[in-house]
């Protein structure tokens, strides 16, 4: 989940999402094993749940679950999030037709029935997906939920003038033509009049797709397609008291500051294959400073943080010192990269952008990062390794993690002569100012492009203005921006939940562009448009293998990271694991205390 979604609006909620979550923890009252073999104060052991479950038998019914978070979300509104954590968390008082596998690691990215009894009846060469709903689904005043309130709840996502920010997939997918209007606007009388969707009785849903997409289920997976009962539908305000078809409902919440989640007194464990409901209540603090939201892990005040990006630097020191069995290392799903806009010269030019690949230095930029542990393993390609397709380090096709680690200069000066710049060029790396690890990232890079000729300017921009700024290809020509820092993660575990935005020339916006680098190659808009039409598994993987390996012999990217935190997880919980469903981060839906005290 990442950094941003689709459009350019939903990556950087998602970047937001990501970035501005923190962990999911509670702390340990004592040290913790550096060998991580646990600890005496019932801390599973470091890296104990990173893709495997951590006491997996010890959870209790009851108690309270105590998350602490940095960042408020988005937006509680199941159409309208667009963090990851949001994603995570919502599933708490939100269900879909089908949801990620409450699984550890790769598992976790698979999908499950949820609402629905089983997988979608997939018919009329993938145009056509078939639900049936389960028995027993009911909102929290006990009346059931239906198909019309599972179609009513994705129309909302039509209504982005309303109801802005969330991933707009579903509305592309179904109604490219943009015919539909919404809910809001809809002139028939049962405001349900999206043709794309048919509801012939309470328990049968019927989507109709104009041409077919391979992710249409994981779509439908995505929090947006959640049910939402029109006559609980309060528009804009919705997500200040979401109507909750899950296991918990909202009590109390104050924006930027509390939410306190109770039992749903009418959901039933018969009719969810899914959720747990382990604890008797969820909360979350949100805290306006970091150091404080660790300390509160640390001193066990908190069970986790719900942000899911990492420990601030203070805090993990402490932790790593102190408290290491009480702490996960995971892969997150974002890459952090560097990437050269082909309308800023000389990077029109394929060996100007192999100069710059070859020679910075990519151990320097790793611990900018944050080093092995905090940063992530160095990046030698742009598929994160939890996506099929993905092949981690293995692909390393300008020897990123090898003979090139540290730089090449000679190879660089080659390529330099090769795009007629023998003698280096002059160009800006553009940084947001609110990323300090970025900074420090640009600042590694300038420092080894020295060692080759190239002059880098470092130039700082506000990162709430991303979507004008670096977004808007003109400003970047204008601005001469030839080095643009950013990071990505998925909406969903595939290479178009990953790569459509930054890749497919489609998606070249004026404003809110995320396809920096400006590629516009015919045989990777291709293999995507195949991709959509392939619906075999291994197909599906193997096309994504290519469309990264075009993209690499592109040279449109410097990959720095593939990002790793160090997230913190009390010693009162119990079934704790990560999972690539939700980018590395804990899957929170199913946590429960040791102890119900």
Request: hydrophobic share 30%.
């Amino acid at each position: 989940m990442t950094t941003q979604r689709t459009s350019g609006r939903r990556k950087q909620a998602l970047a937001a999402a990501i970035g501005v979550a923190a962990l999911l923890t509670t702390a340990a009252c004592g040290g913790g094993d550096d060998n991580g073999g646990g600890s005496k104060t019932g801390a599973a052991g470091f890296d104990a749940a990173n893709n495997k479950v951590a006491q997996a038998d010890l959870a209790k019914k009851g108690g309270t679950l105590k998350f602490g978070a940095a960042q408020d979300a988005d937006s509680w509104d199941t159409t309208r999030g667009y963090y990851g954590f949001m994603w995570n968390f919502s599933r708490y008082y939100s269900r879909q037709l089908v949801t990620f596998k409450t699984a550890p690691g790769q598992e976790g990215a698979t999908l499950t029935p949820d609402l629905a009894t089983g997988l979608a009846k997939v018919s009329d060469g993938g145009k056509t997906y078939t639900y049936t709903l389960r028995d027993g689904a009911t909102w929290e005043d006990g009346k059931p939920v239906t198909s019309k309130d599972v179609k009513y709840g994705i129309e909302r996502v039509w209504a982005q003038d309303v109801l802005s920010g969330g991933p707009t997939y579903l509305k592309d997918v179904l109604d490219p033509k943009g015919e539909y209007k919404g809910p809001y606007k809809d002139t028939s009388a049962d405001k349900l009049g999206l043709k794309a969707i048919e509801t012939p009785d309470d328990k049968t849903i019927v989507f109709h797709l104009p041409t077919p997409n391979a992710d249409f289920e994981a779509m439908v997976g995505l929090t947006s397609a959640s049910p939402v009962r029109q006559d609980k539908d309060t528009k804009s305000k919705y997500g200040l008291h979401p109507f909750s078809s899950g296991p918990y409902k909202f009590q109390s919440y104050s924006p930027g500051k509390s939410l306190t989640l109770v039992r749903n007194e009418n959901w039933k464990q018969s009719s969810d294959p899914v959720r747990k409901a382990y604890p008797d209540k969820i909360t979350v603090d949100i805290f306006s400073n970091a150091n404080d939201l660790d300390q509160r892990l640390i001193t066990g005040d908190l069970d986790l943080d719900i942000n899911q990006t990492g420990m601030s630097p203070q805090g993990r020191t402490t932790a790593l010192k102190q408290h290491k069995a009480n702490l996960d290392n995971p892969v997150s799903g974002f890459i952090r990269y560097a990437v050269f806009p082909q309308s800023v010269k000389p990077f029109d030019n394929i060996h100007c952008r192999k100069a710059v690949i070859l020679g910075a230095d990519h151990e320097s930029l790793q611990t900018a990062r944050g080093g092995p542990l905090a940063g992530g393993d160095i990046g030698t390609n742009m598929l994160p390794p939890g996506i099929p397709g993905g092949e981690g380090q293995k692909y390393d096709p300008y020897q990123l993690n090898g003979a090139n680690k540290n730089g090449n200069v000679a190879q660089a000066k080659e390529e330099l002569k090769q795009c007629g710049k023998p003698n280096g060029f002059s160009t800006t790396i553009a940084v947001r100012n609110n990323k300090p690890v970025e900074v420090a990232t640009a600042q590694s890079l300038q420092a080894s492009l020295k060692k080759i000729g190239v002059n880098a300017q470092i130039h700082q921009y506000d990162g709430s203005q991303t979507a004008g700024i670096i977004g808007s290809p003109s400003n970047v020509q204008k601005k001469g921006f030839g080095i643009i820092i950013m990071g990505w993660g998925a909406d969903f575990p595939s290479v178009q939940g990953f790569g459509l935005p930054l890749w497919d020339s489609k998606y070249i916006l004026e404003s809110g562009n995320n396809n920096y680098a400006l590629i516009k190659d015919k045989s990777i808009d291709g293999l995507f448009d195949q991709y959509n039409k392939t619906l075999d598994d291994a197909g599906k993987t193997q096309i994504a293998t290519q469309i990264n390996h075009k993209v690499m012999d592109g040279a449109y990217y410097l990959p720095f990271v593939f990002e790793k935190f160090i997230n913190w997880r009390s010693s009162r919980l119990a079934n704790v694991y990560t999972t690539d469903g939700y980018s590395g981060q804990y899957d929170f839906v199913n946590l429960g205390l040791k102890s119900a005290s």
